[in-house]
C-alpha cells in the first residue's frame, strides 16, 4: 500500500493550490480518503475526507469554503483544491486511507500515510 502526495510549495495569500494523492496497493474504491495536516510544533489537524464513491465529503470548519476534496476513482487519486489561502494554512499535508466504517476525523482510525507535501502561504 502507497500513498504519494504531490502539488505542495510557496503561495502568497489569497492564491490556491491543487495536491494530488496517488494511491497504490489496494482496492481504492473500498475506502473513504483524508487529508491531514500537520504545521510545526503543532498536533497533525484534520483537514477533509472524501466517502469511496466521492458521494460524500466532509470538512474542518477551518478550511470550508475554501478547500475542496474529490476523487477520481479511475486513477486512484484523491484531490485537494486549496483556494484563498491563509498563512496559517502553511502545513505538510498528507492523506491517509480512512479505515473505520463511518468517516472519521480521527487520525488514529487513518492508515497508510503518506510522506506529506509542504504548503508554504506567505502574507
Known amino acids: 500500500v502507497q500513498l504519494v502526495e504531490s502539488g505542495g510549495g510557496l503561495v502568497q495569500a489569497g492564491g490556491s493550490l491543487r495536491l494530488s494523492c496517488a494511491a497504490s496497493?489496494?482496492?481504492?474504491?473500498?475506502?473513504?480518503i483524508g487529508w491531514f495536516r500537520q504545521a510545526p510544533g503543532k498536533e497533525r489537524e484534520f483537514v477533509a475526507a472524501i466517502s469511496w464513491s466521492g458521494g460524500y465529503t466532509y470538512y474542518a470548519d477551518s478550511v470550508k469554503g475554501r478547500f475542496t476534496i474529490s476523487r477520481d476513482n479511475a486513477k486512484n487519486t484523491v484531490y485537494l483544491q486549496m483556494n484563498s489561502l491563509k498563512p496559517e494554512d502553511t502545513a505538510v499535508y498528507s492523506c491517509a486511507v480512512d479505515l473505520s466504517v463511518v468517516i472519521t476525523t480521527a487520525p488514529n482510525e487513518y492508515e497508510y500515510w503518506g510522506q506529506g507535501t509542504q504548503v508554504t502561504v506567505s502574507s
Open positions: 496497493g489496494f482496492t481504492f474504491t473500498d475506502y473513504a
